[in-house]
């Protein structure tokens, strides 16, 4: 959606199970499955799969914030549908959607903000893990609590052990014990924990900060993060001074270096 007004809402009914409403350059996804804990179901994950593909051509959106509705933030994924359809096929099926969302949220050109607001677990910890970025109110917990139903978070795992420090990884993964937010910030997983008053505030406040960078370099630095960070170091390096090199010829470089010379606000193209 690139909608020509400044704040603008995507048309939902009350059955919509994802909301989106965008303002100023930033979309907010709304996990929209209150009762059902915001369970990732196979519809659940095909509509924000569906989202961040249209949000990856939208230049009008420069962040994306994933947020959640009711009680929980997200349950992981949605048991009882699970168990309805069971057999290879169809578990290989799911995790394999699941895995190639969590990837898209990595590979979007655009950082992605998670505001959790309340429980975090199993898939739904994997996706707080798998966003750039990660806001939690004070009430916030998080778990990857698969083991304790005989189905160890093996694909949560992979997000989150890019997360946190591989001891709290396992810590969580073989306990499946849920952590404070406080004890999820100290291990990295989130960015920074407040009171539940202010999380709506603190995560705008970031959201407009990094709307008004260049969406070009924004682009260029989250995917040359992800793709360094699992390089041995020599080859990081090359890679990286490749990078800014392309960085460098890039207009807005240009546009910014000279503002900043000049003590002017840089004028983003975008090339």
């Known amino acids: 959606m690139s909608p020509d007004s400044p704040a603008a809402t995507t048309p939902a009914a009350e059955?919509?199970?994802?909301?989106?409403?965008?303002?100023d350059g930033v979309a907010t996804l709304t996990l929209n499955?209150?009762?059902?804990?915001?369970?990732?179901?196979v519809g659940l994950m095909a509509a924000l799969q569906t989202e961040l593909d249209a949000i990856a051509k939208d230049q009008s959106v420069k962040v994306v914030v994933i947020e959640a509705a009711g009680p929980a933030f997200c349950a992981g994924h949605d048991l009882r549908e699970v168990?309805?359809?069971?057999?290879?096929?169809?578990?290989?099926?799911?995790?394999?959607?699941?895995?190639?969302?969590?990837?898209?949220?990595?590979?979007?050109?655009?950082?992605?903000?998670a505001k959790v607001h309340a429980m975090a677990t199993a898939a739904g910890c994997q996706l707080v893990a798998s966003c750039d970025l990660a806001y939690a109110a004070e009430e916030a917990k998080f778990a990857t609590p698969g083991v304790n139903i005989g189905?160890?978070?093996?694909?949560?795992?992979?997000?989150?052990s890019r997360a946190v420090g591989r001891k709290k990884a396992m810590e969580m993964l073989l306990s499946g014990r849920p952590v404070t937010a406080h004890e999820a910030?100290?291990?990295?997983?989130?960015?920074?924990?407040?009171?539940?008053?202010?999380?709506?505030?603190?995560?705008?406040?970031?959201?407009s900060t990094i709307a008004?960078?260049?969406p070009l370099t924004l682009a260029i630095g989250k995917e040359a993060f992800y793709k360094q960070v699992e390089m041995p170091l020599a080859d990081a390096y090359r890679y990286a001074s490749e990078v800014m090199t392309r960085n460098m010829m890039a207009r807005d470089a240009e546009e910014g270096i000279d503002a900043?010379?000049?003590?002017?606000?840089?004028?983003?193209?975008?090339?």
Do not use: H
Not at 151 to 160: D, E, G, I, K, R
């Open 260 to 271: 900043f010379l000049q003590k002017r606000t840089p004028t983003w193209e975008g090339r």
């Open 83 to 113: 168990r309805a359809n069971p057999g290879r096929e169809a578990y290989e099926a799911l995790f394999e959607q699941c895995s190639n969302l969590m990837m898209s949220v990595v590979n979007l050109p655009k950082p992605v903000i």
């Open 15 to 23: 059955t919509d199970i994802l909301l989106r409403a965008d303002a």
């Open 151 to 160: 189905l160890f978070c093996s694909t949560p795992m992979v997000a989150l």
């Open 212 to 214: 008004g960078k260049s």
């Open 33 to 41: 499955r209150p009762k059902a804990r915001n369970a990732l179901s």
């Open 185 to 207: 910030e100290a291990a990295g997983l989130v960015n920074a924990v407040v009171p539940a008053a202010e999380l709506d505030a603190a995560v705008s406040d970031m959201a």
